[in-house]
């Protein structure tokens, strides 16, 4: 059996011992089920939705989510069963990540973190975040997106089955949107202008179904409270800045200051990281003829499509490449947030991995990294300590890919093939004959 069945049949048997022998911890289910049971009664104004927590703060394709599990679970009384609908959506998520792990070619060593955490089992079945569900279509989204179709016409069609997979996260948890630089990147570098502009509508107008309802008696409200980008976090409960004073965190200048970094540190990966990379194959560009296409193409895979080693190193380059720029767009937004809570752990744990196993980094540096944003969610209540950890964590991650990203055509090719290509002489390069220069 291949790692990734083994660790699923595993996995399976921990969720179900997780489930049966440890207490289920009330921290925002009741309020989930209140906020929708508002709506079940006829209230469509989204300033008087609201639950023990407070407002309704959620899309509307949240509120038809939970509206359908607030009926299976027999108006969210039935929690054990909604526990194991959550088991359900954390073990799909999970087969999904151990896929894109596998097809990228990644061995079970760099899978062995996905296993560590405690805290990502507590909140997918002991406190039934509403995250999981967003991230259940996100990856769902990336996995359609990245697919590699056996006719490279399909590949438009893949995307807009993802499209539709990722504007459905949106319009459940907005945070999702942080993957929207690295995807409108991608989809630039892969899809005629026509295409994209087709796909961007098909997401807007799923944001207007599932909101039309509500956008129709209040708009204002509806986008008010479900696209509230000016929210501030309780410091309390903030896992990433403990040791700043609670009257700095909650200061306008702080927000400001981390939004101008994470712009500047998009505009740099994607001047040094995502312009260096290939996102279609030969066959696919000269079908799919993308709004900014690879000006180094020629030159790139000019002697890369003579064997079937090298087609199926670009094939597995072009695959890796859309994975990284999705998960580095998104923790770039993790890693400068204002406010990371306990629940926000579901929105990057599995990238991590991914993202430094592409890098050059010392494989105890990689551990390093990942360790230090482990434990600091796997303590509780937040501490100065764990936030100190935790942004360790992140400056090393940062470092690692900003700077010291090892992917693309190079790095896929077989390390026989590498060595092979580094002998070969560059085009009008003189070649040595018997000890002799010549040209050839």
């Known amino acids: 059996m291949r790692f990734m069945d083994v660790a699923l049949v595993v996995e399976t048997a921990v969720i179900v011992a ?10 925002d289910w009741r309020a989930y089920m209140e906020e929708v049971k508002g709506f079940l009664d006829g209230e469509l104004n989204y300033h008087n939705l609201r639950g023990s927590t407070g407002s309704l703060v959620y899309p509307g394709g949240f509120v038809w989510l939970y509206s359908a599990i607030y009926c299976l679970t027999k108006k969210g009384e039935a929690i054990l069963f909604a526990q194991w609908i959550y088991a359900g959506v954390y073990l799909v998520t999970l087969a999904m990540v151990l896929r894109l792990y596998t097809r990228a070619g990644l061995t079970w060593r ?6 560590v955490s405690k805290r990502i089992r507590s909140l997918y079945v002991l406190r039934l975040f509403n995250d999981c569900w967003a991230m259940l279509f996100l990856f769902a989204a990336v996995s359609f997106i990245a697919g590699r ?19 459905i996260a949106v319009s459940i948890k907005m945070n999702v949107l942080l993957f929207a630089p690295g995807m409108l990147y991608v989809m630039l570098r892969t899809l005629p202008l026509r295409r994209v502009v087709c796909y961007l509508l098909l997401c807007a107008a799923w944001q207007v179904a599932v909101g039309l309802p509500f956008l129709a008696y209040n708009c204002k409200a509806y986008l008010s409270k479900s696209f509230d980008l000016h929210r ?19 200061k306008p200048a702080l927000g400001q200051a981390l939004l101008v970094m994470t712009l500047a540190t998009w505009v740099l990966l994607w001047r040094t990281r995502w312009a260096s990379r290939t996102y279609l194959t030969d066959e696919e560009a000269y079908v799919l003829h993308p709004v900014i296409a690879d000006t180094r193409r020629q030159s790139t895979f000019a002697r890369c499509s003579t064997t079937e080693d090298e087609q199926k190193a670009q094939r597995h380059a072009v695959y890796t490449s859309v994975l990284l720029t999705f998960f580095e767009a998104n923790l770039v937004g993790i890693a400068f947030a204002r406010s990371i809570h306990y629940q926000f752990y579901t929105w990057f744990f599995y990238t991590v991995p991914f993202v430094l196993a592409h890098t050059m980094f ?6 390093l990294s990942f360790a230090l944003i482990r434990q600091a969610f796997e303590v509780y209540p937040p501490t100065a300590t764990t936030s100190l950890m935790l942004q360790g964590g992140f400056a090393l991650m940062l470092l690692a890919f900003l700077f010291l990203g090892h992917d693309g055509l190079e790095a896929a090719l077989p390390r026989n093939t590498r060595r092979a290509r580094r002998t070969e002489p560059k085009p009008g390069q003189a070649q040595v004959v018997g000890g002799a220069s010549g040209e050839q």
């Open 18 to 27: 997780v489930i049966a022998t440890v207490p289920y911890t009330e921290v």
């Open 110 to 115: 760099a899978m062995i973190p996905l296993f």
């Open 149 to 167: 179709p056996s006719d490279p016409a399909k590949r438009s069609h893949q995307w807009l089955v993802g499209c539709l997979c990722y504007s």
């Open 232 to 250: 501030v976090f309780t410091h309390r409960w903030s896992v990433n800045y403990q040791f700043l004073d609670a009257e700095v965190f909650g």
């Open 362 to 367: 010392p494989r105890l540096l990689q551990l």
